[in-house]
Every structure is written in structure tokens, then in C-alpha cells.
């Protein structure tokens, strides 16, 4: 009975996840730090014109077995493309998941412009994602088969197109955006057992300044539904000097977050956040981990002419 309440609770868990990455995204909680991943037009929203390279790593339910890894690597900034303001990024990602093998890359093109004491960003992004199913390996009762053909028994492979679209707005006071990721619905693996639907975002938030002590408050509402699953983060972080900032959380009926980060010097930062789960994996789980790191640099390039001149020609 051991055995087949073990295997079963192993073919349920792979399940879930299939399901759960099939119609969801995952949820970052220093997304506040990560814009660009799940909005587009987020893309050039940097301070000073300045170019920024994130990237973060999360593991997600620790303690279970093929519990999903996800990898992100950004890099996005200011540019005035033929006389127009805009920002470029590119990405890369990996999402792993049970059986699912999911890398990919994208190129991201934000239209920006000032309205009132702010300014908005109408962006999109291209590209393309790469997946695959590792061949599991079913721990059957004895002389047990695999006679559903749902479940994956050989490696197949496959590429698909993906698009996003997305609208964000940033002034002194407040932010806020909306997206739709995954506008062509990509398959997944070259037998196309599964999907990514549209799935659409949205986030509001304000920052508060008090004058003494250098301290910025910024609570924050993320908003994420494929009309299948709906899922709500709220989170308020606070900003020492730029330099320090901590932060909770809580996503709706799944876990309690735990933030911190620091500034290590100029452009270099480095945050961790916790996931504490209030669901019944907890019973299982040690919770979510997540890592991220983010410089920021400038790449203009001098005005005028570099060439030096001898007084001996002049």
C-alpha cells in the first residue's frame, strides 16, 4: 500500500505541475525589479538612461522532485531610434518543470512617450521558445503498462513563435501596466501535447517619499489571470537611501513572501525573496526561493570626432 500511495502521489504531483505550467506563467515575486518579463512596454523604463542586465532564478516548492526551476536573463535600456524615443531588450529563459524543458529568447521594442509628469511605453516582444518532454521514468505496480497516451514515454521536441504585447506607465508618484503574453498560444513539444494560453497581467502601484528618513514606501498590486486561473500579489516594499529596501507580501491563498535587498555599490544589486506556502503543500513543501541580480550601465558613445591631429599638418 506504501508503494501505491507513493506512486500515486508522484503521478498526481506530475500532473499538477504539467497543468499549472500549461496555464500559468510563473509568478515572480521580485517582479517589481523584473518588469520587462511580464510587460514589454517596460522596456527603456530605466533611471539615468541608463542600460540594465537582471537576472533571477527561482525554485519553486522545495522538497519535491522535479519541482519546477525557472532561469530569466534580461537586459533592456533607453535608446532614440530614428528621432523617436524608445527602449530595446533582449531575454533569455529557461523553465523547467517536471518533465517539461521549456528555453527560449525574445527581442522587445517599447515606443515611449511623456504624458503629463510621466511617461508611457507601448511595447512588443518576439520570439521564440523551445520544449521538450524528458522521458519519465513510471514506477509501476508489477506488471503495470502506460496505457494512456497523454503521458509522455519517448523525448519529443519541438520550436514555436510566441508574441506579447504590453503597456506601461511610470511617473513620480505612481505606476501601473497591462499585458498579454503569449499572443499565438505556442505549443509545446513537436507533438503538441500541451500549451501556453494567452495569459494577461496587470499591475498598480504608488510610491510614497518621506523626506527624513531617506525612506520610500511602495505598496504594490499584481494582478494575473488566463480566465482559467486567477492569481493576486500584494506587496509593500520599503527603500532606505536606495541603498537597503525590505518587503512582504502575500499571493492569494498560496504563500506569505519575505523580501530583502541591497544595493552593493553603484549599479550593482542583489535581492532574495522567500515564499512560505499557506496551501497544503505545506505539509510537503520547505517553500520558494528566489534569487536575483541586476547592473546597470551605460553604453553611449562619445559626441564628436575622435581622431587627433598633429600641429605639424595643421
Known amino acids: 500500500m506504501l508503494f501505491v500511495k507513493k506512486l500515486s502521489c508522484g503521478v498526481l504531483f506530475f500532473l499538477l505541475v504539467f ?21 514589454p512596454g517596460y522596456a527603456g523604463n530605466t533611471t539615468e538612461n ?4 537582471t537576472g533571477v532564478s527561482r ?16 537586459v533592456h535600456g533607453p535608446i532614440t531610434l530614428f528621432g523617436i524615443s524608445s527602449g530595446v531588450g533582449i531575454s533569455l529563459y529557461n523553465d523547467i518543470a517536471g518533465a517539461l524543458r521549456a528555453p527560449g529568447f525574445s527581442l522587445t521594442y517599447a515606443y515611449r512617450h511623456k504624458i503629463l509628469d510621466g511617461v508611457i511605453g507601448i511595447g512588443v516582444t518576439a520570439g521564440m521558445i523551445a520544449s521538450w518532454y524528458v522521458s519519465p521514468e513510471w514506477r509501476l ?5 502506460v496505457t494512456d497516451n497523454s503521458l509522455p514515454t519517448g523525448e519529443t521536441a519541438g520550436m514555436s513563435f510566441d508574441m506579447d504585447f504590453g503597456v506601461y506607465y ?6 501601473g501596466g497591462v499585458a498579454c503574453k503569449h499572443l499565438t498560444a505556442p505549443k509545446l513539444g ?4 500541451g500549451s501556453l ?12 517619499a518621506f523626506e527624513e528618513p531617506e525612506l520610500v514606501i511602495m505598496p504594490m498590486l499584481d494582478v494575473i489571470t488566463d480566465f482559467g486561473q486567477t492569481g493576486f500579489c500584494f506587496k509593500a516594499v520599503g527603500f532606505y537611501k536606495k541603498v537597503y529596501w525590505a518587503g512582504l507580501g502575500y499571493r492569494w491563498e498560496q504563500a506569505v513572501i519575505g523580501m530583502l535587498g541591497l544595493e552593493i555599490f553603484e549599479g550593482l544589486k542583489v535581492a532574495y525573496a522567500y515564499e512560505f506556502p499557506v496551501s497544503k503543500l505545506s505539509r ?27 600641429i605639424r599638418y595643421l
Open 190 to 193: 513537436q507533438d503538441r501535447v
Open 284 to 310: 510537503f513543501s520547505s517553500g520558494t526561493h528566489e534569487m536575483l541580480l541586476s547592473y546597470s550601465f551605460s553604453i553611449a558613445v562619445p559626441k564628436g570626432s575622435q581622431r587627433y591631429k598633429s
Open 59 to 74: 525554485l519553486e516548492l522545495t522538497g519535491f522532485e522535479g519541482a519546477p526551476v525557472v532561469t530569466a536573463v534580461d
Open 141 to 145: 505496480p508489477e506488471g503495470g503498462s
Open 197 to 208: 494560453p494567452r495569459t494577461f497581467y496587470a499591475n498598480l502601484g504608488y510610491t510614497y
Open 50 to 53: 541608463l542600460f540594465t542586465a
Open 19 to 39: 497543468s499549472a505550467k500549461a496555464q500559468q506563467d510563473p509568478q515572480f515575486s521580485l517582479s517589481f525589479l523584473k518588469r520587462m518579463y511580464n510587460n
Open 170 to 175: 511610470q511617473s513620480p508618484s505612481w505606476f
